[in-house]
């Protein structure tokens, strides 16, 4: 999975990357209630626009992404001063608000995420198998704080297209993978995409636990 991901990016087959902000992530994002200055964390970031969104709106962002030929171009098509450096496995650049983390997202761990307060997946649990989706879940859980937010995209392909990435993950799973650590809340089930069939939906999560007193 990992090298067919690799591949995508050095052999510019990235048809899934959306060339504007995902418009769910304006209309839901403000609705969340994650505070300005949160930071939020963006699993298997690609190249996204919606990161540069979400830094204009006060939103200090975390992405972690595998392929360094995204970053690469994440980092050329944007304006700023770039810094690096090395954190453990990651090699780690940072544009603005933006710090971009390149490695393996199942190699990031919780001291890492320290400052996290919110996420934002628009294309990480659709681009896993369904062995991976589990403990990618899981995963997530163990890095977000008890009370914080996020927003998810899941996506459905068209009758009988088994195909991916991206994969089908239906409202059920959703549920399944994320309920026993989120508060899941169904948002809004998309129009089929024309040519391609594929439907998003959208849910807002919020992290369940008890809140620790300052």
Known sequence: MAR???DRWREG???FHRSDTHPALIRYW???GAKPGTKVLVPLCGKSLDMRWLARH??????????EEAIEQFIAEGR???SRYQQGPFSVCRQGSVELWCGDFFHF???QAAEIGAFYDRAALIALPPATRQRYAFHLAQLIPPGARGLLVSLTRAPGDDGGPPFTVTAEEVRELFEPNFQVTHLEDGD?????GFRESIWAMVRRGPLLCP
């Open 4 to 6: 067919e991901w690799l």
């Open 13 to 15: 087959r990235i048809g």
């Open 30 to 32: 403000p609705l969340l």
């Open 58 to 67: 006060d939103h200090p962002v975390l992405g972690i992404e595998l392929a």
């Open 80 to 82: 700023g001063e770039v």
């Open 109 to 111: 761990h919780i001291e």
């Open 192 to 196: 089929p995409e024309e040519g391609s």
